[in-house]
């Protein structure tokens, strides 16, 4: 019998360790960040997602913190970035997204080339 508890003690333990262990989420595993300049941060994602408004959001989710400016600038299948944006990098240009507490502004605006909306979009190469 004790001998019993002791595997049950052990295989709680370890489902608890699994559970408490911070794990990326599934959409972490797709994206990952390739440049930083100040309160921006240049993000890659693969070309399947470019125009999924709900993938960007959940990326902006996990790397948004509460009650700051976050400004969010995604390619496809970019390496790097750099700042100012080159032709190239703004082509590759997929969405941009701008959390500002202070004035209630959450913003995601995809490349008029994947949501042609005026409201919900931007011109690559028009509006830099």
């Known amino acids: 019998m004790g001998r019993q508890i002791g595997k049950r003690f ?3 333990a370890a489902v608890v360790a699994v559970l408490l262990v911070p794990g990326r989420s599934a959409s972490a595993e797709e994206w990952r960040i390739i440049g930083e300049q100040g309160l921006m941060q240049f993000i890659s994602v693969p070309e399947e997602h470019a125009a999924d408004r709900q993938f960007y959001m959940r990326i902006a989710d996990e790397l ?3 009650g700051q400016i976050c400004i969010l600038h995604f390619f496809i299948d970019r390496d790097r970035v750099s700042f100012p944006f080159s032709d190239a990098d703004l082509a590759a240009q997929s969405a941009a ?3 500002n507490p202070n004035t209630g502004m959450r913003r995601l605006l995809l490349a008029c080339s994947l949501d042609p909306d005026p409201e ?9």
Request: aromatic share 22%; hydrophobic share 40%; charged share 35%.
């Open 97 to 99: 997204f701008n959390l």
């Open 120 to 128: 919900r979009c931007f011109d690559n190469l028009d509006d830099f």
């Open 10 to 12: 052990w295989l709680t």
């Open 64 to 66: 948004c913190r509460r």
